[in-house]
């Protein structure tokens, strides 16, 4: 089994419905993310959470909100899709403590979403 | 803020070696990542500098500069398997943040 699950993989939804993504880890990880890939623009960051009573907004994060049910679960939710969060959407974590390679973020296989 | 630039494309030849470069911007830096991201999959974690200096990892190398705000990842022995887009990326207290990425091309 994957270290970090996305579910599902691939959604196509109307606009302005509600759609949640979600993502579970097996990693003991305390930290959890979620990044947005467009074509050409790298991953930017949605939404993060250090821990379970912990949320923070990343760059993007408006048209979206996240619920961290526990330590290994962190979902992201679309209130009303658009067309323009059409996009891949990643779920990454990582580990408080620790050096060097340590900090290194373990992704998700992504959820591809199309809103029409 | 934070800014990072990559060169949006390289290309090499099998057996090549090639260096990947990144420059960034940012208040709070801890140190640079490197990701390796092949075609709709999921980026993979390569290397984390947080010193200046080479970090070597196999067939891997990266590199950085503090003082100039500066990195790159070296590939040696280049294959055909080497051909994704490669993200460069600052970590501060807090998250990552990334590059728009150099997509490598590998040719035979």
């Known amino acids: 089994d994957a270290d970090v699950t996305q579910t599902p993989r691939n959604r196509i939804t109307k606009t302005g419905k509600r759609i949640m993504l979600e993502c579970s880890q097996t990693?003991?990880?305390?930290?959890m993310y979620w990044y947005r890939q467009d074509p050409g623009l790298g991953l930017r960051l949605i939404y993060y959470?250090?821990?379970?009573?912990?949320?923070n907004k990343g760059e993007i994060s408006d048209g979206y909100s996240v619920s961290r049910q526990a330590q290994a679960k962190f979902s992201l939710s679309l209130e009303s899709a658009i067309p323009n969060q059409t996009a891949l959407y990643f779920c990454?974590?990582?580990?408080?403590?620790?050096?060097?390679?340590?900090?290194?973020?373990?992704f998700g296989s992504g959820t591809r979403l199309t809103v029409v | 803020g934070q800014s990072l630039e990559q060169p949006s494309e390289v290309t090499a030849v099998e057996g090549a070696i090639v260096q990947m470069n990144c420059t960034y911007q940012?208040?709070?830096?801890?140190?640079l990542s490197w990701y390796q991201q092949h075609d709709g999959g999921a980026p993979t974690f390569l290397s984390y500098?947080?010193?200046?200096g080479l970090e070597e990892t196999g067939r891997f190398s990266s590199f950085l500069s503090r003082s100039d705000s500066y990195g790159y990842l070296l590939l040696q022995e280049l294959q055909m398997k080497d051909s994704a887009s490669y993200f460069c990326?600052?970590?501060?207290?807090?998250?990552?943040?990334f590059g728009k990425g150099t997509m490598l091309l590998v040719s035979p």
């Open positions: 990454a974590t990582s580990q408080s403590r620790g050096t060097g390679r340590d900090y290194g973020y373990t």
């Open positions: 500098n947080a010193l200046d």
């Open positions: 959470s250090f821990d379970v009573k912990d949320i």
């Open positions: 990326a600052v970590f501060t207290y807090s998250t990552l943040t």
């Open positions: 940012t208040s709070g830096f801890y140190g």
């Open positions: 990693k003991g990880h305390d930290r």
